[in-house]
Structures are given as C-alpha cells and as structure tokens.
C-alpha cells in the first residue's frame, strides 16, 4: 500500500531536511510501530502519507506512492476538529463519502462507543477536554473504514482506561487495512504491532523488522539513543530538601458548578494533577495560573489572586505551559519566542541549549515537532524564572533521552526552591519526581475565561 523511494521533505524556510532517505516499503494489513527520536520525522512522514505536504510550503525529493483511502490522526486533536457537534465530526467524513444514509448515524454511534466517547453526539465539540477530543478524532478516522490508517500519538492525552478502549478499537480494524502508529506507550500497543521500523534523525531507516528487534543489544543502543524501549529502568529524582513556605493555596474553589478540594502548592515540591479525561484537571491548571476566573472561592498567594494581576506581572509570577503548545506562540522563530518578554540574549541561548533547541533557534515555532514544541513552551514558561510553574502534560511528545532531560530540569528546578504543578497522564512522570499527586474524579463544569484587554487589565 505504501512505497517510498529516498523520500525527503524539508520544511519551507528550513536549512535541515525534516526526513530525508527514506526507504520503505508496507503492504494491506501490516500494523507498524514507527519509533525514532524526537525530530526524527515520524509525524512528518505520517503527513506525507496522508497526502497534506504541499510543494508550496516545502521541499520534497524522492518517490512516494499510496494506494487506498487513508484516515489520519493527528498529534493535536483540535488540528483536525471542523464541526460543533461530535456526532457531526465522526459523521463528516461518511458524508463526504456518500456512506448509505440508512447506515450513516448507526455508525456514528458503533464508534463513538467502540472508543469510550463519553457524550451523546450532540455534545459541543468545543467543550470537550483534551482526552475527549482525542476519542472523538481517533472515532472519526475509524468511521469510514479507511485503507490505511494514520496515527500520531493516538493514546498520548487519554487516561489509562481510554488508551486501552483505543487499542481496542484499532485491534478491531479490518485485516486488509494497513495501519501505522506513532506511539511512546509502547508496552502497551506492542500486541497489536507486527512490524517496527525506525527513523534515523540523520537520514533513511536505521532499523526495521519484528517486533522482538526492541530485545537485546539493538533495545540497548536504540533506548540510548532516544528511542521507548520496554524493560529499560528510567531514572528517579526524589526531592532534595523538604517542601517550603505555601506558593500558592486554593480555598472552596468552584468552576461554576463543580468544586475542587482545597490544595495548597509549596516550594521545592512537585504536585501531580491526576485523572481520567473530562475531569478538569487542565481547568485547574489554567486558574491556578491565573487565566480562569474562579465562580466562586478564590485562588490566592501572598501578594493575592492571581487572576487579578496585570499580563505582566501574571508572567514574572507564574509560569504556564498549555496542553496544546501551538496555543501560545506568537512570533516567527525560536529565538524570538523565548526572547518576547525581555529575556536577556544570555539567558535566551541557556534556554536553548538546556532544551536542545539552539540548532531550531531560527525555525518557526510552527514548524517544529509535537515534542520540540513541548520543549520550546516549557522554555517560555521559564524565561521568566517564576517562582511557580504550571504544566500541562509537559512529558508529551517527548523521546526517551528528552523526557530523561526534562525530568531532571524539573527536578533541578524544584530543588532550588521553585514550586511545580504538573497536570499528566504519565505515571512514569510521577514515580520518577516522587510527585506528591492530588487525583481529580468529580467532572467539573464549563469555565468562562477571564478576558484581558490589550494592556493586561482583566475586563
């Protein structure tokens, strides 16, 4: 179904190629597990497939050929949601395909189940969380049984009970459909692979075959180099000193009609916001960092709410990182991106080196892969060196050798005395920081967003 011939693309405006050499070939019904480090070019090989590269925006060398019809799931679900009503998205795609009308609304309804979709299809697609609009993009491409299907970290923002009912879902896919995943929880969807290729970041294919090429000395050399292998320890990073004085507390906190316990966050600690999807973990996130209006209760510090702070003084204060990280650039590089609130020159390239961005420090923030991104919004939440940091998922998208850094800049950070709220789905994440986890369970309700005028005064 799919054959390509030293295929490349290199991004518009890029020096160094996306994926480069790629040489490969898969036929109807083989599940292939596409690893390779971060910026290796998995999602952008996944977008060529899918036929969305356009020579207008970018460079292509090489051959590539697909046969069939391939559905396609991105790394950031809201990429990809064009309708307001759930049953409306999993529904478009049939449409466009002239699916039976008589046939069109049951199957709507056999995927939304098949994936654990936890609304009726009239559920605003605009109120979903994150998790939900993955369940919801990942029931859209199963829905018009598709050739090929295309998946880019479809289990990545689910909690534990939602990954395994996507699994589920894809084992049940068709024999003749060809799938390929890119996926870091790879213990858990090895079952359903049958073949393994890997991406070399210098070009071409460094290895591909069944899965058991992750055993023995090829697992050592690949997890070494970045790749999730299964049965290779992670490091652990307990606290160095014991927590400090309170950053920031919550008391009778509600979003409208839901409620959270009142938690209190402190230096040189780490708090882990746990739970399945559609709780409000991310709704929590966003008032704490002094984005969202408490309905009621408050949300305090010792020099007050923080949802009453100017734009500026919010970013000195309280560092956020959103669970989609596109959400928060603004500017044409990198560089300028980290530089965009005063952040001295000196600091800037720190940044950059500390996160393994300074070879991307003039490419555009838009271009960059789902876990350089990741990286490139945890560094804007710490130009400013605030005290407190609030992350959504900042491990997703991240290889085995950059989620090993990012543990340990966390875990320096904490120890020199800053505090942390980490909103995740990776236990691995919690066990390795010694996170003390605070689990949501009760759904919360909608939030309006607090609205800032243009100089920063809340309106």
């Known amino acids: 179904m799919i054959t390509l011939d030293a295929y490349g693309w290199r991004h518009g405006g890029r020096r160094a190629w996306a994926v480069r050499g790629v040489d490969l070939r898969i036929e ?14 998995k999602s952008t090989l996944l977008s060529a497939l899918a036929g969305l590269l356009d020579t207008a925006s970018g460079e292509a060398e090489g051959t590539l050929k697909v046969e069939g019809r391939p559905g396609i799931v991105f790394q950031d679900p809201q990429a990809q949601l064009v309708m307001t009503r759930a049953g409306d998205e999993v529904a478009f795609g049939l449409e466009n395909l002239a699916w039976p009308a008589a046939g069109l609304w ?43 299907l295309l998946l880019d970290e479809p289990t990545a923002n689910l909690d534990p009970a939602g990954a395994a009912l996507v699994r589920a879902a894809l084992a049940a896919v068709g024999p003749d459909v ?12 090895l079952p359903l692979i049958t073949r393994v290729v890997v991406l070399d970041p210098g070009g071409g294919v460094r290895a591909d075959g069944p899965p058991g090429l992750l055993s ?10 970045g790749v999730w292998v299964p049965g290779h320890p992670l490091p652990a990073r307990p606290a160095l000193h014991s927590p400090g004085e309170p950053l920031i507390s919550t008391f009778d906190l509600r979003v409208r009609r839901n409620a959270y316990s009142d938690m209190v ?35 305090s510090t010792a020099d007050g709410e923080p949802h009453r702070w100017r734009a500026r003084r919010l970013a000195a204060r309280i560092g956020s990182v959103f669970q989609n990280p596109e959400h928060q650039f603004v500017t044409r590089t990198v560089r300028d991106e980290l530089a965009l609130g005063g952040t001295s020159p000196v600091h800037v390239d720190e940044l950059l080196d500390r996160l393994h961005l ?38 997703f998208g991240q290889d085995r050798r950059t989620w090993t850094e990012m543990v340990d800049l966390l875990a320096a950070l904490r120890d020199e005395g800053h505090g942390i709220v980490a909103v995740t789905h990776d236990p691995d994440l919690v066990t390795a920081l010694d996170a003390r986890e605070v689990a949501l ?19």
Do not use: C, M, W
């Open 178 to 189: 060809a799938t390929v995943i890119v996926e870091h929880r790879i213990a858990e969807i």
């Open 106 to 148: 049951p199957r709507v309804d056999e995927v939304l189940a098949q994936v654990g979709f936890p609304y009726d299809r009239d559920r605003p697609t605009g109120r979903l969380s994150g998790g939900e609009q993955q369940r919801l993009v990942v029931a859209a491409a199963l829905a018009p049984r598709p050739d090929l």
């Open 441 to 459: 369970s009760a759904p919360p309700q909608e939030i309006a967003p607090v609205a800032f005028s243009r100089e920063g005064r809340q309106g």
């Open 28 to 41: 109807r019904g083989e599940r292939v597990l596409l690893l390779g480090p971060s910026g290796a070019g």
């Open 358 to 395: 300074a070879e991307l420090a003039r490419a555009n923030p838009f271009t960059l892969s789902g876990g350089q991104a990741r990286r490139l919004s945890v560094a804007t939440a710490l130009a400013a060196a605030p005290r407190l940091l609030i992350l959504d998922e900042p491990t």
């Open 265 to 299: 966050v402190q230096e040189r600690e780490i708090v882990a916001v746990t739970g399945p999807n559609g709780v409000g973990k991310s709704t929590l996130a966003l008032a704490l960092g002094g984005l969202l209006r408490p309905a009621a209760g408050r949300v």
């Open 216 to 225: 023995g000395p090829l697992g050592a050399e690949l997890a070494a180099a």
